[in-house]
């Protein structure tokens, strides 16, 4: 089932992230988007602030700690981070924020290319299904989901979800 992302939401979200940056005395910061769903958000959220930051992509594929688990993701593509890393005010997107690993290794990879002097978290959608201690500073919405179900944002024009209930193993 795809559910519409609503008109306000990005707008809304531009809005709390320019208040959250000024607060805390950012002006320039660099945008990492994480591929693919959080590329598509970053970019929708640039668009809404009508701003030129600079945006980078990262590809955390081979930072998963379920990599051996899963393999490699087919479409895998390199991180591109078109500015420097260390000493940058850097804020970080994502789609979905689930258990918290794939910001893990979002950090881990942004750490290899430096030290950032710090790091903002965007989430489009959290769902509460932490399993490591990462909240983001600003977020869309919360959902709670069943255990057999996943969301995935599509995108990029226009951003939805697709809600789908996975089959039971027999």
């Not at 258990?99 to 950032?116: H, M």
Request: proline share 8%; charged share 20%.
């Amino acid at each position: 089932m795809s559910i519409p992302i609503p008109t306000d939401l990005i707008p809304q979200m531009a809005d709390q992230l320019t208040n959250h940056l000024k607060h805390r005395g950012i002006n320039e910061p660099c945008m990492v988007g994480i591929r693919t769903g959080g590329v598509w958000v970053a970019q929708a959220l640039l668009d809404a602030l009508q701003s030129k930051w600079p945006l980078g992509t990262l590809d955390v594929s081979f930072y998963r700690d379920d990599f051996t688990q899963n393999g490699l993701h087919p479409q895998v593509q390199p991180s591109a981070l078109p500015f420097e890393i260390e000493g940058r005010h850097l804020v970080l997107v994502d789609d979905v924020l689930m258990t918290g690993r794939t910001i893990r290794a979002a950090l881990n990879e942004l750490f290899d290319y430096g030290r950032p002097a710090s790091v903002t978290l965007v989430c489009l959608l959290d769902l509460e299904a932490r399993e490591l201690p990462i909240r983001p500073d600003i977020v869309g919405q919360t959902l709670s989901l069943e255990s057999n179900e996943r969301i995935k944002l599509t995108g990029p024009a226009p951003l939805a979800f697709e809600r789908k209930v996975l089959s039971s193993a027999i």
